[in-house]
């Protein structure tokens, strides 16, 4: 049964209302520096635009998909933040899965790589199944005053580290034709199947977040890391900007709520021939969630 992200997005949404509009609402003082760890808990829902170019057995494909078509193909998705903070130390883990199946839109054939030769058939559908794992750990290392609210301190600055772990499966079936070139391909009936078959790899990056409290329980975040640089992708690069803002209290969590835009890049290359597989793509659109504090 497929679960589409908007349904995740329209549980935030309404989770969002009932906090703000049965729950505790007074917003205490920010207090800084905890003495004491600190957790808070995201799932969210992103759906992006998806731009690029991908390889597949040697055969080159363009991507290309808005967030109605990847919704409409989608059939599971889970997408989680997960932070813990203790002084100027914060440990955190970002995960997101995606399992989309039977897009007529997601890919379209190009060309061969230069070591293939021959005919490409028309691209007739894709499947992509994908993970992708950060871990990493900031350091605050300053803050400043920018706003004219209370407080002696309205501004952090984070410095960042971790590493992203890709898993990625992608199929695309394309028409047999009469000068059809079947290596590498899985012939089935009157289609051929490019197969990435399991490709994994680890970027590791490096990055920054600024924090912004523009009034108690309102807070403006903007992240941005780049990576890979051949240890892993060519490269990687991911900026996150969101708003967030304080919905309540309950049992003893507080809830906020937050909305924005990410965009995460990547370009990925393994083998040779029919052997060659290549990512090179773009995701970026809107982000909601819902953050649990404790």
Same mark, same amino acid.
């Given at each position: @049964?497929?679960?589409?992200?908007?349904?995740?997005? /329209?549980?935030? %949404?309404? !989770?969002?209302?009932?906090? +703000? =509009?049965?729950?505790?609402?007074?917003?205490?003082?920010?207090?800084?520096?905890?003495?004491?760890?600190?957790?808070?808990?995201?799932?969210?829902?992103?759906?992006?635009?998806?731009?690029?170019?991908?390889?597949?057995?040697?055969?080159?494909?363009?991507?290309?998909?808005?967030?109605?078509?990847?919704?409409?193909?989608?059939?599971?998705?889970? @997408?989680?933040?997960?932070?813990?903070?203790?002084? /100027?130390?914060? %440990?955190? !883990?970002?995960?997101?899965? +995606? =399992?989309?199946?039977?897009?007529?839109?997601?890919?379209?054939?190009?060309?061969?790589?230069?070591?293939?030769?021959?005919?490409?058939?028309?691209?007739?559908?894709?499947?992509?199944?994908?993970?992708?794992?950060?871990?990493?750990?900031?350091?605050?290392?300053?803050?400043?005053?920018?706003?004219?609210?209370?407080?002696?301190?309205?501004?952090?600055?984070?410095?960042?580290?971790?590493?992203?772990?890709?898993?990625?499966?992608?199929?695309?079936?394309?028409?047999?034709?009469?000068?059809?070139?079947?290596?590498?391909?899985?012939?089935?009936?009157?289609?051929?199947?490019?197969?990435?078959?399991?490709?994994?790899?680890?970027?590791?990056?490096?990055?920054?977040?600024?924090?912004?409290?523009?009034?108690?329980?309102?807070?403006?975040?903007?992240?941005?890391?780049?990576?890979?640089?051949?240890?892993?992708?060519?490269?990687?690069?991911?900026?996150?900007?969101?708003?967030?803002?304080?919905?309540?209290?309950?049992?003893?969590?507080?809830?906020?709520?937050?909305?924005?835009?990410?965009?995460?890049?990547?370009?990925?290359?393994?083998?040779?021939?029919?052997?060659?597989?290549?990512?090179?793509?773009?995701?970026?659109?809107?982000?909601?969630?819902?953050?649990?504090?404790?």
């Amino acid at each position: @049964m497929r679960v589409p992200v908007w349904a995740s997005a /329209a549980l935030i %949404l309404w !989770s969002s209302a009932a906090l +703000a =509009d049965g729950f505790q609402t007074t917003v205490t003082p920010i207090k800084p520096g905890p003495s004491g760890w600190h957790f808070q808990f995201t799932p969210y829902a992103w759906t992006p635009w998806i731009d690029g170019d991908t390889v597949i057995k040697g055969r080159e494909f363009s991507v290309s998909e808005t967030p109605v078509q990847v919704l409409e193909t989608l059939d599971f998705a889970f @997408m989680a933040y997960m932070q813990a903070r203790r002084g /100027a130390i914060t %440990l955190y !883990s970002d995960i997101i899965y +995606a =399992d989309n199946s039977n897009s007529t839109s997601f890919a379209t054939s190009k060309t061969f790589s230069p070591s293939v030769s021959g005919a490409l058939g028309a691209a007739l559908s894709a499947d992509y199944r994908f993970w992708i794992v950060e871990l990493g750990g900031m350091y605050e290392t300053n803050r400043w005053k920018l706003g004219h609210g209370p407080g002696e301190t309205d501004t952090t600055l984070d410095l960042l580290a971790g590493a992203r772990y890709w898993h990625q499966e992608l199929d695309v079936d394309v028409a047999l034709a009469g000068t059809l070139n079947v290596d590498g391909l899985i012939v089935s009936g009157t289609r051929a199947i490019a197969r990435s078959g399991g490709v994994d790899w680890v970027d590791p990056f490096i990055g920054a977040r600024i924090t912004y409290t523009h009034a108690p329980g309102e807070q403006f975040i903007v992240r941005g890391d780049i990576g890979g640089v051949g240890i892993g992708s060519k490269f990687t690069w991911q900026t996150v900007a969101t708003y967030n803002w304080y919905l309540g209290s309950h049992a003893a969590i507080d809830f906020d709520g937050y909305l924005g835009w990410k965009a995460l890049s990547v370009d990925y290359v393994q083998g040779r021939g029919t052997n060659r597989y290549e990512f090179d793509v773009i995701q970026q659109g809107p982000v909601v969630g819902l953050t649990g504090r404790f």
